[in-house]
């Protein structure tokens, strides 16, 4: 594989990245929903919190691994799941799967990428966790998670915030179509669905855990706890879905709140620096996840894109934990952050 090129930040690979891909599915990673206010606010709200470092506590290097579902992870940064990936990079998913497994963490796979899903579960013997859209033909959605569960996926994450298609104005402005594939040709995600429709997914996917991804709200996270959810992801989907809604970091607190340690909960959602992850955790997310620089990482030099991405912002996470003073993700606290003033 060719080398990457060296990049320093997160925020160096998408001009890359943009130079590689067409048009219009750069217009498809990068958009989100209506103004794209909500997909802006997602890394505006970051700044508004400011991290309280701890000093003279004794301590050399920090330790970012954590431990996630009994599965031990190199830090609390897994990939989230995004579509059609082999439109950035031949390799596509493959190369994703390849590069988390590389870094110790967790890929979350697509359900648009289920015609290759046996692929992807044996392209690495890294974790996986396959990201559910459950589709009017229950059918095939029982057959697809048959196939998840033979194939050795850890945990299902069911996207629960997608009863309607957002407004994305760039993708329609572009002309983009998505690659046509058995999901996306022949069948369509089931709209009518209820938290009633929890116990038949948990029944198909045998004892592994379940994620509800796309919780906003301090209603919803109590309601996901008491359908008997495993873990939450406060999402807004990356801004793509209902503009106006808030970012996930400003969400994050009370669906910490309302869950009260019952389960774990995960963010995504404009996370681009370590001190971003750090800020995520003191608020009480067990860990978050990266979408477009994942992507931007995938299209601008494939596996090692991937990889080069992951290793930078675990070296931001390490440091911005040893300059807090937190030895391990545990010892990150409510005290290591607080609003900013200005």
């Not at 850890?154 to 999901?183: C, F, K, M, Q």
């Not at 996901?224 to 959810?229: D, K, N, R």
């Amino acid at each position: 594989m060719a080398e990457p090129p060296r990049f320093v930040t997160l925020d160096d690979y998408e001009p890359a990245a943009r130079a590689a891909l067409p048009d219009d599915f750069y217009g498809f990673v990068a958009g989100a929903a209506g103004d794209e206010w909500t997909h802006l606010e997602n890394r505006r709200a970051f700044d508004r919190w400011v991290l309280r470092p701890r000093v003279l506590r004794g301590l050399g290097a920090a330790d970012p691994r954590i431990e996630l579902f009994g599965e031990r992870v190199s830090m609390p940064v897994l990939v989230a799941p995004w579509a059609y990936q082999r439109v950035a990079h031949p390799d596509g998913e493959l190369a994703t799967a390849r590069a988390a497994a590389r870094a110790g963490t967790v890929m979350c796979v697509s359900t648009t990428a289920s015609d290759i899903l046996e692929e992807i579960a044996s392209a690495s013997d890294g974790p996986k966790w396959w990201q559910l859209y459950v589709f009017t033909d229950r059918g095939y959605t029982e057959e697809m998670l048959a196939r998840v569960v033979e194939a050795g996926f850890a945990a299902v994450a069911w996207t629960v915030d997608l009863n309607a298609y957002g407004l994305r104005h760039r993708e329609t402005r572009a002309g983009y179509e998505p690659p046509i594939s058995p999901s996306t040709e022949t069948l369509a995600y089931e709209v009518t669905l209820s938290w009633d429709d929890l116990p038949w997914i948990r029944e198909r996917i045998g004892g592994l855990p379940l994620l509800l991804k796309g919780i906003l709200t301090k209603e919803d996270a109590e309601l996901a706890v008491q359908a008997g959810a495993d873990a939450i992801v406060v999402s807004n989907h990356g801004g793509r879905q209902l503009d106006s809604s808030p970012a996930s970091i400003d969400a994050l607190p009370e669906v910490v709140e309302a869950v009260a340690g019952r389960v774990p909960v995960l963010m995504d959602g404009g996370i681009r620096r370590g001190t971003d992850v750090v800020k995520a955790l003191a608020l009480g997310a067990a860990a978050v996840l990266i979408g477009r620089p994942a992507a931007w990482g995938l299209a601008a030099a494939g596996e090692d894109g991937v990889l080069d991405v992951l290793r930078i912002l675990r070296q931001e996470v390490e440091n911005a934990m040893t300059l807090c003073g937190c030895p391990t993700v545990g010892d990150i606290a409510p005290e290591h952050v607080a609003r900013a003033t200005a």
